[in-house]
């Protein structure tokens, strides 16, 4: 069943890039005692994820930290080194946190997979929005299909914000 809302998050390992380079970080270590804003995207470069998704969200990243939120941040099914990429190439970078959840262990863990298999892409993550509170989750908003991304949009999730907090 996938997490809902008065759900903790579960202890998954994510990877971060830092300056001396990919380092570990743990669920605990992003998201306790912090209003964390996470979207989850099933591929960086894929087309609603670079062209509409995190677009959203790099624009409205000042607007979620005027709502309290602590910290935005993405995950997705890829190695750091792509979000890394990636989120330089969409202005994300210092301002979004990119979770490698290369595995996909976080995405099974909160039952949020998706098998695209079929289109050579593997296991991913479903596309959703959340927001989370000291590892608590508040709302979440998933996706019906990999290609909608109105109901995990940064405008949605800030305008749920105001309800949640």
């Not at 890829?78 to 990119?98: H, P, Q, R, Y």
């Not at 863990?109 to 989370?132: F, N, P, W």
Request: some cysteine; aromatic content about 6%; glycine content about 8%.
């Amino acid at each position: 069943m996938p997490i809902q809302p008065g759900d903790k998050l579960p202890d998954v390992t994510f990877t971060i890039m830092t300056a001396d380079g990919p380092k570990p970080v743990t669920t605990a270590e992003v998201f306790k005692g912090r209003k964390v804003a996470l979207f989850a995207v099933p591929g960086a470069y894929t087309p609603t994820c670079h062209k509409s998704h995190m677009p959203g969200f790099v624009d409205r990243v000042d607007e979620l930290k005027a709502k309290g939120i602590d910290v935005v941040a993405c995950t997705a099914v890829n190695d750091i080194f792509v979000l890394s990429n990636w989120a330089k190439d969409t202005g994300a970078e210092g301002t979004i946190t990119m979770l490698a959840d290369g595995s996909a262990d976080f995405a099974k863990a909160v039952g949020l997979e998706i098998d695209l298999t079929s289109r050579g892409l593997g296991v991913r993550s479903k596309r959703y929005s959340m927001l989370v509170e000291d590892g608590t989750v508040k709302v979440v908003n998933v996706e019906d299909a990999p290609p909608q991304h109105s109901v995990s949009s940064a405008e949605t999730l800030c305008s749920m914000i105001d309800r949640s907090l």
